[in-house]
């Protein structure tokens, strides 16, 4: 059934929408309850964000905008180190979108939520003129303990460089969809809160988290080298990139250390507990080829190098332009 | 702009090839380069430029060794 | 020792692998005019715009074409404006686009050296199999052995030649000969991976002052070339004058549609003219090499990938682009 604009209207065609798709796949007591707020226990410190999701095609080889939509932000919670807890969602409707392509979305964003462990506890919903594009923006709220101490401005030299996995999959499997080039790549997208609690519980000394999304490795590390003004020096063989993401950037003349992906982190630990922090990744359901990239050393402030893998030193600046079309 | 990479032909229908890139399958038109299963070709913009030949090493050694010579 | 590599490709994988540093001082790497769309003159962008801006025509064109300025707008400023512009990886697009669509007529952007000119044959000579009619191309297409040969008359500051890999495979490396030979300069025909890179700088140092052209790609790049391609160009394409960005009319140094094709050709004769938009940009001495991307005033100040005030910082392939992301200085 399409999307019109009736669907927006705030009347009984929007409450049978909301009942039939997003209350019958999101169930839970608070937003059964379908007050105006949700009302939940909190923590004295909280961690919130909030993120909007515009991909094209809704639908790629491993995940969807919905699944998209619940681990951005869980994942943003999490490099905080915080616990994710709850999230809204709201949802911008095209008229002529399809109702069964959201109630997929739904299913795939009441599963991925499930998966992390947090509750869909608020939403809206709108509709505009158009041709059938669906956009969500959901915000989330974790708790933090009072110790907690993660942030880009933390990183020393000495301490070690870690990436959680594999660059470039959800970039390229999204690029692949729009290019008509045939592959088996999957985005990686997936909560990575377990990964980030039991990195904070394993007595590792954790710096500064990020998720390495939009901008890729080098903008989220020069992000970083700029917070703590440091020099942050990474090496190029170690850096873990999956074979056929490596062919599939060559044929487009691609870099993956600027593309986007949506599972994966990089933490920045005290050396010592490099390998601590390592076996803890490798452990962990996503982070099978986990690796300790690089170290902040000395050197110039607010830089990123790369020894290159003839052995030249190249510096990786944040990404310029547009990269690509969008991708998350 | 000559961004291009060898891959491997996997089957060949009239002018159209179907070439591997590590797992990754584009279609490249073959009509400068006769070229079969199995063939390794450089692919440039859709296009396929010329098939790899095993010359490599051998010729690479030689040139090598003259030039060791000169000063 | 003074170094030019002809290809924008190289030049990016040159950042790429950290190769300036790895190099003595006393060699100095200098990128030459082989980005096609930096030495692009602002004429054929504005030809292009206005293309795309007329009813029931669709401009199709590669990424980079899309950012570049013409007098006044390029063609993602028109797209705002309601300009019908398609992005695609190969050209061959066009032809799916033109059978799907043929109320509208499809003009292809084509500019490039020798190793894209025969993608343009092969998109004409299926237009012309499968009898699609509503297909044309604008060119702005241009070979190298006379481009080098501009360099090596006016700026006469080149020791040896980093010289292309894949133009090349289509030409065969005889081509650099006549050169090597009148400005008794070594050429070395390199790969694109930073090992072939260095292995070809080594070639070149050990060989300066000779007349020598080496083929360092022997798996990809014969002599002669790839003949049946050459031959295919020749049916279609003539030489001409071509008009360079920083250089001006440069003779022989382009290629354009045989008249008996006329009817594919979207208007590519005389664009020459070249608008400068700042008068600062030294965009002209850099694609020629005469200077280094940070020599020019306005790099890294005003002129920078979020405001580009050249072509050269335009496409990822242009000289003052690559300087800038990987921060290079030599």
Redesign the interface.
């Known amino acids: 059934m399409k999307i019109t604009m009736t669907h927006g209207s705030g009347g009984k065609a929007t409450s049978d929408l909301i009942a039939n798709i997003f209350a019958k796949h999101f169930q839970n007591p608070v937003l059964a309850k379908m007050e105006d707020s949700a009302v939940v226990p909190g923590a004295a410190t909280l961690a919130i964000t909030t993120d909007s999701f515009v991909v094209t095609p809704l639908f790629f080889n491993g995940g969807d905008i919905g699944k998209l939509a619940v681990c951005g932000t869980v994942n943003d919670l999490a490099v905080s180190g915080a616990v994710p807890k709850y999230l809204t969602c709201g949802f911008i409707l095209e008229e002529g979108a399809e109702t069964e392509d959201l109630e997929k979305i739904a299913v795939s964003m009441a599963e991925t939520a499930e998966e992390a462990g947090v509750v869909i506890v608020a939403g809206d919903t709108k509709v505009v003129e158009g041709s059938g594009g669906i956009y969500i923006n959901t915000s989330g709220v974790g708790f933090l303990a009072d110790s907690c101490c993660v942030s880009a401005a933390n990183c020393a030299e000495g301490d070690a460089v870690l990436l959680s996995g594999n660059l470039g999959d959800h970039h390229a499997a999204i690029l692949s969809a729009r290019?008509n080039i045939a592959n088996t790549i999957q985005s990686d997208c997936a909560p990575l809160n377990d990964m980030t609690a039991a990195l904070m519980k394993s007595g590792v000394r954790v710096k500064a988290m990020r998720d390495v999304t939009r901008g890729g490795l080098a903008t989220v590390l020069n992000e970083f080298a700029a917070a703590s003004q440091c020099c942050i020096l990474l090496n190029e063989e170690r850096i873990p990139v999956s074979e056929q993401v490596r062919g599939f950037c060559g044929i487009?003349?691609l870099?993956p250390l600027y593309m986007g992906n949506e599972g994966k982190m990089v933490a920045v630990v005290a050396g010592e507990d490099a390998q601590k922090a390592l076996n803890c990744m490798k452990n962990c359901k996503y982070g099978e080829n986990a690796a300790v990239i690089g170290e902040v050393a000395s050197g110039e402030a607010e830089t990123v190098l790369?020894?290159?893998?003839?052995?030249?030193?190249?510096?990786l600046?944040e990404l310029?332009?547009e990269g690509l079309p969008r991708i998350c | 702009?000559?961004?291009?990479m060898?891959g491997k032909v996997l089957a060949v229908n009239e002018n159209i090839a179907a070439v591997d890139f590590s797992g990754n399958i584009v279609e490249a038109?073959a009509?400068?380069?006769s070229v079969e299963p199995g063939d390794y070709v450089?692919v440039?913009?859709?296009?396929i430029?010329?098939k790899?030949?095993?010359?490599?090493g051998d010729?690479?050694a030689e040139?090598?060794r003259e030039?060791?010579s000169?000063? | 020792m003074n170094i030019m590599e002809v290809?924008?490709?190289h030049t990016a994988e040159i950042?790429?692998?950290?190769?300036?540093?790895?190099l003595s001082e006393n060699i100095h790497l200098i990128s030459g005019p082989g980005?096609?769309?930096c030495v692009t003159v602002t004429d054929y962008i504005d030809k292009l715009t206005e293309l795309s801006l007329a009813p029931g025509i669709t401009v199709v064109t590669?990424g980079?074409m899309l950012r570049v300025m013409g007098k006044n707008q390029s063609l993602n400023d028109v797209k705002a404006l309601g300009g019908q512009v398609r992005m695609v990886?190969?050209?061959?697009?066009t032809l799916k686009f033109a059978a799907a669509d043929k109320t509208k007529t499809f003009v292809f952007a084509a500019?490039?050296?020798e190793?894209?000119t025969?993608?343009y044959v092969?998109l004409l000579?299926?237009a012309i199999k499968h009898g699609i009619t509503n297909i044309k191309i604008l060119t702005s297409l241009k070979t190298m052995p006379a481009v080098i040969d501009w360099v090596c008359e006016n700026q006469g500051n080149i020791d040896g030649f980093l010289a292309?890999?894949?133009?090349s495979?289509?030409t065969g490396s005889d081509i650099f000969i006549p050169l090597a030979e009148k400005y008794q300069l070594p050429f070395a025909v390199a790969g694109f991976g930073?090992?072939q890179i260095?292995?070809a700088l080594y070639?070149l140092v050990?060989?300066r002052g000779?007349a020598k052209v080496?083929?360092?790609y022997?798996?990809?790049?014969t002599a002669k070339g790839?003949e049946?391609?050459q031959e295919?160009v020749k049916k279609y394409f003539v030489p001409c004058d071509a008009a360079w960005r920083g250089i001006g009319v440069i003779a022989g140094s382009g290629m354009i549609l045989r008249d008996e094709y006329a009817a594919f050709d979207a208007g590519s004769a005389e664009l020459t003219a070249d608008h400068i938009h700042n008068p600062k940009c030294r965009c002209a001495q850099v694609l020629t090499g005469a200077i280094k991307p940070t020599q020019c005033p306005l790099f890294g100040t005003e002129c920078?990938?979020?405001a580009q005030q050249g072509a050269c910082m335009v496409s990822?392939?242009g000289s003052c682009?690559n300087y800038?992301?990987?921060?290079?200085k030599a």
Request: charged share 15%.
């Open positions: 290019m487009l003349g870099d790369l020894n290159t893998l003839i052995g030249g030193i190249r510096i600046t310029y332009g | 702009m000559c961004v291009a060898p038109q009509d400068l380069v450089l440039h913009a859709g296009f430029l010329q790899l030949s095993q010359e490599e010729t690479l040139l090598f030039i060791e000169y000063e | 290809c924008g490709t950042s790429h692998c950290g190769i300036p540093g790895l980005c096609p769309v590669f980079d990886y190969s050209p061959m697009d500019v490039g050296f190793t894209t025969p993608v092969m000579n299926e292309p890999g894949h133009v495979t289509i930073g090992e260095l292995e070639a050990k060989c000779k080496m083929n360092l022997p798996s990809v790049v790839n049946a391609a295919m920078t990938p979020q990822t392939e682009y800038f992301v990987n921060k290079r």
